[in-house]
Structure formats: structure tokens, C-alpha cells
């Protein structure tokens, strides 16, 4: 059985499991493993990255839901004008 290559996204060592669980969603299990570098200071690195980009969709998500309501509330403003 091949295992699979999950390398550091900044050194490129191969990443360790620290820490393995399963989950049931709608009467399925999955197997979920968390996996870091092991390397802290590197590990530290992708935390910062990740956290970051985690923050920017976060911020994408609610731009696009305050144009959602804009949107919303222009279109009843017009239907109010027309009647």
C-alpha cells in the first residue's frame, strides 16, 4: 500500500499525525487526522499563514453577504417606487 505524500507547505518535510478521531455525519464515520510539522518553529510559520488567509475569506464572506443585503433592500426600494 503507497502512503500518501503530505509535505510541509513551507520546509517540505514530511508532515506528522498528531492527532487522529472519527466522525459520524449522516450515519457515515470518517477517519479525521490532524498533521503537523515536525518542526515548531516551522509549524508556528504555516499557523500565521494559515490564519491569515483564513481571516481574508472570512472577510470576503462578509463583504458578499453586506452586498447581498444592499442588493436586497435596493431591490425592495424600487418595487416600493413603482408601485
Known sequence: ???AKNPCIICGK???????YTEKVDGA???VKLSA???PACQKKVDAILAKEKS?????KEASARR??????RVKQSH???N
Open 29 to 31: 464515520t470518517y477517519v
Open 56 to 60: 481574508q475569506r472570512q472577510g470576503i
Open 37 to 39: 510539522c515536525p518542526d
Open 80 to 82: 416600493k417606487k413603482a
Open 1 to 3: 500500500m503507497l502512503k
Open 68 to 73: 447581498e443585503l444592499e442588493r436586497v433592500e
Open 14 to 20: 514530511e508532515r506528522v499525525v498528531i492527532k487522529t
